[in-house]
Antibody
Framework: QVQLVQSGAEVRKPGASVKVSCKAS????????MHWVRQAPGQGLEWMGR????????NYAQKFQGRVTMTRDTSISTAYMELSRLTSDDTAVYYCATQMATTIDPWGQGTLVIVSS | QSVLTQPPSASGTPGQKVIISCSGS????????VYWYQQLPGTAPKLLIYENNQRPSGVPDRLSGSKSGTSASLAISGLRSEDEADYYC???????????FGGGTKVTVL
């Protein structure tokens, strides 16, 4: 079955960067977009962008342009999301989710990123 | 604020029907499919409805989705205690060239 397993929780200081990984299994990794969505504490879902694992090309939400980089390593079926210049507003759970046909599903288990001095 | 507008809360007694609305505009709901997700506390979102009104296998038929113009709705009939969760609508937005979500609706079973 399709499964996405994300890296563990991270704590960073303001101004630092964080890189979250998402290992895919159970399907052809390069055949489906990988999306990143975040959720701040008590808040809703926010789409950050997506990467085409086949080409490596990525599209980012305007809010995160210049601060987010999505990459992938096809040899190990893993996608990465790196967010730089962190502030306390970036404290959130970060999810990866693959896109099967038109649908974003399933999702990884989420990675908590805490930004605190 | 979110591009898609949902009521922050909805409630009903066991067995009742609850309808959650999702209001958008032409670039998103007006021209693209709508998706619905359920999120239980501390867990990842779970797909309930795709392509406006299709249910993945395992989702009971007491959940249904519909779309009309620039609005969509999720109906939960025969409300059960396990339906207590947050529900989100989502769609691709042609103008933003990205996915947009509603702010979420918390469903409470009284």
């Amino acid at each position: 079955q399709v499964q996405l397993v994300q890296s563990g929780a991270e704590v960073r200081k303001p101004g630092a960067s964080v890189k979250v990984s998402c290992k895919a299994s159970g399907y052809t990794f390069i055949g489906s977009y990988m999306h990143w969505v975040r959720q701040a504490p008590g808040q809703g879902l926010e789409w950050m962008g997506r990467i085409n694992p086949n080409s490596g090309g990525a599209n980012y939400a305007q809010k995160f342009q210049g601060r987010v980089t999505m990459t992938r390593d096809t040899s190990i079926s893993t996608a990465y999301m790196e967010l730089s210049r962190l502030t306390s507003d970036d404290t959130a759970v970060y999810y990866c989710a693959t896109q099967m046909a038109t649908t974003i599903d399933p999702w990884g288990q989420g990675t908590l990123v805490i930004v605190s001095s | 604020q979110s591009v898609l507008t949902q009521p922050p809360s909805a409630s009903g007694t066991p067995g009742q029907k609850v309808i959650i609305s999702c209001s958008g505009s032409s670039p998103n709901i007006g021209r693209n499919y709508v998706y619905w997700y359920q999120q239980l506390p501390g867990t990842a979102p779970k797909l309930l409805i795709y392509e406006n009104n299709q249910r993945p296998s395992g989702v009971p038929d007491r959940l249904s989705g519909s779309k009309s113009g620039t609005s969509a709705s999720l109906a939960i009939s025969g409300l059960r205690s396990e339906d207590e969760a947050d529900y989100y609508c989502a769609a691709w937005d042609n103008r933003l060239s990205g996915w947009v979500f509603g702010g979420g609706t918390k469903v409470t079973v009284l």
